[in-house]
Structure formats: C-alpha cells, structure tokens
C-alpha cells in the first residue's frame, strides 16, 4: 500500500482576496495530489452588519479579522480539506458561529471553536486509504474578555499559559547579577490543570485514530519558549504523532522528537492584509508528512511566499538560502538535520 500524504500549513487569512479561484491556483495541484490538507484559519468568515464597528470590544480594543464569507471558497479551490481555527483572530461568539456555519456549507470540517468548550475541544477524524486521522487545535494566544470558549459559551479552544519574569543570574546570560538593567529571564509555562485536559484528550483521541495531529496557536518572536516546548512533547508524550504550530508570522525550529515531527512555526500560507496593513515580502512553510503502516515514515517541507498579486506559490530551495539558513540555524538548537532538495527540504533525527 503506498503512503497516504497529508499537508500542513500555517495560517490563512482570505482579508483582502478579490478572486478566490485565484489565490492557490499555482499551489493547488500540490495540496489536492495529497490525501489531506490541514490549515489554521487565521480569519473569521464573516460579515458585519455594520462593517465600521467590525465587533470591536471596548476593553480590548481588538478588531477581528473578518473576511467574506464568499471567499471561503479559496479554500475549497485550493483543497484544504480541515481546518483548525482556535486562534486569536477567530474572536466573537456571532462571527465565530457563522465562521463554521460558512465551513460546514463548503464540506470543510472544522475543530478549534464551536457553541461550548465541549465543541470547541471536540476533535476532527477522517479517514484515508484506511487510515484514521484525528485532529485538534488549541490557542494560547487569546483575549481575556469572552473569547475562550465556556461551558455555555461559544468561542475557542484554549491553551492558557503564563509568564514570569526571573532576575538575571550569571549561569543564564553570562551577566553578573550586580548589573542595574540587565535584562531579565522570561520563564513561560503551561496551566496545570489545561495540560492535564489536553493529555486526556489526545490519549483518548489516540485511542479512536491512527494518526495524531496536534495544532496550536502559540509562540512569541522567534524563540521556543519553555511553554511550548512543554506542549509540543507533552503532546507526543500522549499519543500524538505530528505537532504542527503557527501563530508568529515566519517559520520556526523543527524538532524530531521520539522519532515525530514538530513544526514549532509554519508562519503563513495566505495573508495578504489586515484591518490595517497590507503584508508583502513574507516567507512561510508548508510541511509534508508520509504515512506508512499507520506510523510517520518521513516529514519535509516547502517553503511559501506570495506575490503582490495576492497568488500564493511554493518556490525553488536554490532560490531561498537566506531563510533555509535562518531555518537551518533556529533548528540547530534541537540538532535537526535538514536536507535541501528541489522543491523541499527533508527533516531528519539527530543522529
């Protein structure tokens, strides 16, 4: 039986699409010649009453992307099969509800939000070529005013975490102690009792599935910070076997860890503007796994740039150095060996 194939990318928001037959056109023949797509949409699909108000929150001060619920169908065209959307740009119990109410009508499953946390937590499970797939998404990036999702609330799927800030100390930075300004430790760990609920769920997802994809919204620059790498092994710790993560807007560290790939950053497949902004000149990634007797048997990945036109392609490896050694040297620090080819790289354990 040959290998079943499955794409991850990172975030897709359709702001700012004029023609979404056209927005993955060229990148279309690679994500449907695979088995599954999954995406995080960075974007409600969804429109406003009065689009001057765009649901803004008075504490907050948060506008939500909010993009036409017609151009879902770049999604659709573009063959992106199931979508996590637990970020925090999915903001709003009305936007988020008709969000999935516009996925649904396109066939496009969905995990990551819904009307409670029990839909919100709930998983995604395909099967393809005889293999059982499972999917969750959970965010911690989100807003602290009625956004993660309650008990009888609807919103996302969260991940809550925290932030200290330690004095420097000279086994750390290589700063003596008695230096006035010195930079401060950032210490980040993840909420007890949420890692708890996130090792149960995956435990039991593993239990229904072969293959395990835990997706989540995290991240802050370009280090891993503690937290996340708590996530991402207590993830495959579980049962887990790919962890894919996004949230910054640019490619992180790729770890193998108990042979299974985690993506820490995918950065962006789509974003062509927010609110406020036009975003040109970024550089994403799109990560292919292989699937061989219901286990990991390779993982790579593409790179992802978009022209000013708003169409997405996946560029030649020769031609981007600059951020396949940007890769290359955030990787470094888990000792991962990636391989350059034409249109992707190969990842490979320490040895």
Not at 35 to 54: G, H, I, K, T, Y
Not at 169 to 187: M, S
Not at 281 to 291: P, T
Request: hydrophobic letters at 40%.
């Amino acid at each position: 039986m040959s290998a079943t194939k499955i794409i991850l990318t990172g975030d897709i928001n359709l702001l700012g699409v004029d023609d979404p037959s056209m927005t993955f056109q060229a990148i279309a023949p690679h994500l449907k010649g695979v088995d599954a797509v999954f995406s995080n949409l960075e974007c409600c699909l969804f429109a406003p009453v009065d689009q001057r108000e765009m649901m803004r929150d008075d504490q907050s001060g948060f506008e939500g992307l909010y993009a036409p619920p017609e151009n879902g169908e770049a999604l659709r065209h573009a063959g992106v099969q199931v979508i996590g959307n637990a970020n925090n740009q999915n903001y709003g119990a009305e936007a988020i509800l008709a969000s999935n109410r516009r996925l649904d009508e396109l066939g496009i499953v969905h995990a990551g939000t819904g009307r409670n946390k029990q839909e919100a937590r709930a998983p995604v499970i395909i099967e393809r070529n005889g293999v059982r797939i499972g999917f969750i998404q959970r965010t911690s990036q989100y807003w602290p005013n009625n956004h993660e999702a309650g008990e009888r609330a609807a919103g996302v799927a969260t991940m809550k975490a925290y932030t200290a800030y330690q004095p420097p100390y000279y086994k750390d930075n290589k700063i003596p102690p008695n230096r006035p300004g010195a930079p401060a430790k950032v210490v980040t760990w993840v909420d007890p009792d949420y890692l708890a609920e996130l090792r149960a769920d995956i435990s039991a997802l593993k239990e229904q599935t072969d293959i395990v994809i835990s997706s989540h919204h995290w991240g802050y620059a370009e280090e891993v910070l503690q937290y996340q790498r708590e996530l991402a092994h207590t993830a495959i710790d579980a049962g887990a076997d790919i962890v894919m993560g996004h949230g910054p807007h640019f490619p992180l560290a790729i770890e193998m860890y108990r042979q299974r790939p985690i993506y820490y950053g995918l950065g962006m497949l789509c974003f062509i503007r927010s609110n406020k902004r036009v975003h040109r000149g970024w550089v994403g990634m799109a990560a292919q796994v292989e699937i061989e007797a219901k286990q990991v048997k390779s993982a790579k990945f593409s790179l992802v740039r978009q022209r000013d036109s708003g169409e997405i392609y996946f560029p030649l490896v020769k031609d981007e150095s600059d951020a396949l050694a940007r890769i290359s040297r955030l990787s470094a620090e888990f000792n991962t060996q990636l391989n350059a080819e034409e249109q992707w790289v190969s990842i490979a354990a320490p040895n």
